[in-house]
């Protein structure tokens, strides 16, 4: 659809006029002396709303989590310089758990480009600072490229796999005028399969004795993952899903494994549905080195290998039949050969696959059951459909396992860039994207240091976003390593923590001190039940050294 419009502004307005025709609800970003032109555009804006963090880190992870809710591109505005440096990270995290996310950054005015002068914010080369966290970047030298650069955007972001974007804006050109005329929208097209490799695709599913499917990120979305459990009724087939891919099917299903764990170990469970398999069915999934564990996961061959990224097929493990396509067409067209007769000779008796499932969630050993009770209070006192959003910390990690998830979206996690203190903005992105979704944000106390000045946000907007701390005075993660390298050589891990109470306190937040699992499912059933933001301090000493 495009929106007929014909008049003289400035380029200010012209990029948001851009960002309106595109249909973005919320810009996440602070302003700055080099933004002016932008927020005043900003302000007569009826569609868009600002988001104000405390920090661009924090911008750019809203952006992030906002996107991962919602499968819509989140937005994120920063001034020039410390603005973009700021921002990179959430931007490298963007990429590699190949999120939607469009930043949009100023830069000096263009007779200043590149050239050091004593400007306020200037870099040698902004765009090369930016260009290795994005898949495609431009930077606009005229008011009348801003409508074409934000409409290229979009097609950028919505073409092939999902990774971040970035248009660069110097300051004269925001106050420059152009004419506006027609603005595009664009929308996503999803790329069908071909013909002849659904084809092959059937011919293996006749020649198979039992079916493995394994489940990525790119299956966990509302159009693919109705359709895996589709496929996997239909097959019989038992359905595992890689972290990112937790959520693609109801994990109480009966063709469901869970997820694998945040590490995959020759001893898994799910090592009998594979070897006793002829034929894997990958979905949205590179099967990437920390997946596989460097290629010793054993996936049954031949492998049929569905990914939106050509440059994975066949990557690490070779594939059959490659198929680079939508998630959601792809599986339409195999459950449609499959009904037309395309099945393997056998299904999966659900009693293997449920015996599989049980033995997943028994702790491996004393020190993960400590972690359990824990685990069980936040899925006892969470709704099916709830939003959680995770950090690199030791319960997350657990969690990854025995933590279960019912509906695709609702699992969010820092996995490609592995970034520490991401929860709380991303939980503040994911909570606009889906206000009707209860969202828990889980930390570690070390992590939530990070970020902790976005409870900021929550206080301002009143969101009911859920904050839980699982406090043990330590960077755990890095201490358990030490002591497995180095016993007993601990160094900077162990930390002297405020009273996270005290902080919320102060943003006027209500929190409380859960000091069992029994009591942080309770305090969870009255947080869930309040119409504004909640902290919980849950004190834990569950490693011994």
Known sequence: MAVETKRQVTGGVALVKALEAQGVRYVFGIPGVHT???????????QLSTVLPRHEQGAGFMADGYHRASGLPGVALTVTGPGVTNIATPMAQAFADSSRVLLIATNLERRFLGKLEGNLHEMTDQMAVVRP??????????????????????KHLYAGRPRPVYVEIPLDVLEEGTELDTLESVHPQPVPPPIHSIDQAADLLRQARRVFILAGGGAATEEAAPLVRELAEELGAPVCTSLTGKGTIAEDHPCATGAFGYRWSRDNPVVSLMTGSDLTIAIGTGLGVRTTAGGTMPLPQPLIHIDIDPDEIGKRYPAAVGIVADAALTLRALIERVRAGARPAERWPLEAIQAVRRR??????????????????????????AIIVNDMTMMCYEGVRYLPVYEPRTYIFPRGFGTLGSSLPTAIGAKLARPDRVVVSLNGDGGFQFTMEELGVLA??????????????????????MRHSHPGRYLDVDLVNPDFLKIAEAYRIPAQRAGSPDELAEVLHRAILSDGPMLIDVPVALERY
């Not at 966290?133 to 979009?154: C, G, N, R």
């Open 133 to 154: 966290l994005v898949k495609w970047a431009y930077q606009v030298q005229s008011a009348a490229e801003i409508v074409p650069a934000i409409t290229e955007a979009f």
């Open 360 to 385: 997943m969630l028994e702790p491996v050993d004393d020190r993960t059951a400590r972690y359990l009770p824990y685990l069980q209070a936040l899925r006892e006192a969470l709704p099916r459909d």
């Open 36 to 46: 002016l032109e932008i927020y005043d555009a900003l302000y007569d804006s009826d």
């Open 460 to 481: 301002h907007y009143r969101l009911p976003v859920i904050v839980v701390i699982f406090n043990d005075n330590t960077h755990t993660a890095v201490k358990v390593a």
